[in-house]
């Protein structure tokens, strides 16, 4: 009999979060208790680290080349014939998202039954002149409820390091909406057909605003002082340390040790949440009959390098969390390291599939990955994996193998070079004094760019000054899926 899957994200948490991953200061007990139970994976990243790309990645099981999101562009279509919810619907289950999709146009569905939707500070589709409701189902309902209103009434902006409490009732909150509609969905589903239930928290992405107790919780944790690396001053042309939204800037260290507390503060209560809902299957009587995932879209720089934000190559930016729990039994409960640990957004459809024993379509990038968490040699492990973003009027490129990264800036030629076992933090650029390893890491990011319609690669050489795209054209975005 078919199983049921819960796929969970969050929106901006780093891979590192996770206090079974031992982190010294966020504590999320009830994560480390899925991990427990099932299979964490070490080294799992977002090859395009912004909302929109890994996104799509997540939910078609392409690469960026396959499904044309190289960067952050909203109001590009979403015409993707198979998708994650297209395949479980097509094979008799039950699918529901509830949270944020972030697709266009925003009520397209992607393949799910419903949708209920809060994508956060959407400022794309956000409009006083426009009735909420076409976009925003938690905030048509917060106006709805006592004490109510516009969840953007405290003020803070949606990108910014400003942190405070949240100044409603916790119940009112949309990581406890999230949960709330989720139960009631549990309620109401048809009990004849197996379900795929997606469950997408808008945070830890800003606004810095958990629950008083989830703050001041973090407050007391000793004074954040974020890491800058010794090639940190390179990037000083993107500093603007007037904006509270800034990708690059020095803020002092009250403003950045509040903006942690906010940060690990909505990891508390979203990892308080998750439980609440992990009961609601118990008392369901579902636990024993369904697979979970918990994974993000990309990770936060959180000052590190004097870095905030996402869409940066690096460790915090690209590395993402990624959870599978099983059913009781069916996974040893383990942390993946080596190559297969190596995971990457892509590879949560195919997994997920072969989790509910469906089927996985021909033609995606991503594989399986259920083979390692159960302690098993995957078929093909990815000898290194490319990710790329395009910033700031050039495209980021990167390759990694989990041990080590190198880094290629489309617009300088600037190269970066890391070695993960040595250096997890990325303190230390080794590309002067390891020539051979630049050499070899550079051969293979010009296979991987070699064709590309930007003109990334002439001759057979890295050529710098190429006119970035964050959407490649749809007949080259095909021809790479073709070619995967």
């Not at 009112?172 to 795929?196: G, K, Q």
């Not at 369901?284 to 993000?296: E, G, K, P, V, Y």
Request: glycine share 10%; net charge negative.
């Amino acid at each position: 009999m078919p199983r049921n899957v819960v796929l969970i994200t969050a929106d901006q948490w780093r891979g590192d979060c996770l206090s079974g991953a031992g982190h010294p200061v966020v504590r999320t007990p009830y994560l480390d208790q899925l991990a427990g139970r099932g299979a964490r994976f070490d080294r799992a990243y977002t090859a395009v680290p912004s909302c929109i790309p890994a996104r799509a990645a997540l939910h078609t099981g392409l690469a960026q080349t396959s499904h044309g999101r190289t960067g952050y562009r909203d109001g590009v279509p979403w015409e993707y014939p198979v998708t994650l919810a297209g395949e479980f619907g097509r094979h008799g289950y039950q699918t529901r998202a509830v949270g944020k999709l972030h697709a266009f146009p925003e009520r397209n569905r992607i393949g799910f039954d419903e949708v209920t939707l809060h994508d956060g500070y959407l400022s794309f589709a956000r409009d006083r002149r426009t009735d909420p409701r076409f976009h925003d189902d938690y905030q048509a309902w917060l106006e709805r409820q006592p004490g109510g209103g516009d969840y953007t009434d405290h003020g803070i902006d949606a990108n910014s390091v400003v942190a405070r409490p949240w100044d409603r009732p916790e119940r009112l909150h949309p990581t406890n909406w999230v949960v709330s509609e989720a139960i009631d969905f549990l309620y109401r589903r048809d009990p004849t057909a197996p379900f795929l239930l997606h469950l997408s928290f808008h945070r830890p992405h800003p606004p810095y605003d958990p629950p008083r107790w989830a703050f001041e919780q973090y407050l007391d944790a000793p004074q954040y002082r974020p890491v800058v690396g010794d090639w940190a001053d390179a990037l000083e042309g993107w500093r603007d340390d007037t904006r509270a939204d800034a990708n690059y800037a020095s803020y002092d260290r009250s403003t950045a040790h509040r903006a942690r507390a906010g940060y690990y503060g909505h990891m508390s209560h979203i990892d308080q949440q998750i439980n609440r809902f992990v009961l609601a299957l118990g008392e369901f009587r579902l636990a024993d009959d369904t697979w979970i995932c918990f994974t993000s879209d990309h990770g936060e720089m959180l000052g590190e390098h004097r870095l905030w934000r996402k869409a940066y190559p690096y460790e915090g930016s690209a590395r993402v969390p990624l959870i599978l729990s099983g059913p009781k039994g069916a996974l040893p409960g383990r942390t993946v390291v080596g190559p297969e640990a190596v995971a990457e957004l892509r590879d949560v459809m195919p997994t997920l599939l072969e989790c509910a024993g469906l089927p996985v379509p021909e033609g995606l990038d991503g594989h399986s990955l259920l083979p390692a968490a159960r302690g098993e040699q995957l078929p093909s492990p990815r000898p290194y994996l490319h990710g790329e973003h395009a910033l700031f009027g050039e495209s980021m490129h990167w390759l990694t193998d989990g041990r080590g990264k190198y880094l290629w800036f489309s617009g300088t030629g600037r190269e970066q070079l890391f070695d993960l076992d040595a250096d997890p933090q990325e303190l230390h650029d080794l590309a002067a004094s390891a020539p051979q390893d630049v050499a070899r890491w550079r051969a293979r990011l010009v296979t991987e760019l070699t064709g590309r319609p930007e003109g990334y690669v002439v001759d057979g050489e890295l050529v710098a000054g190429a006119e970035p795209l964050e959407q490649l054209p749809d007949g080259w975005a095909r021809a790479g899926r073709a070619r995967a």
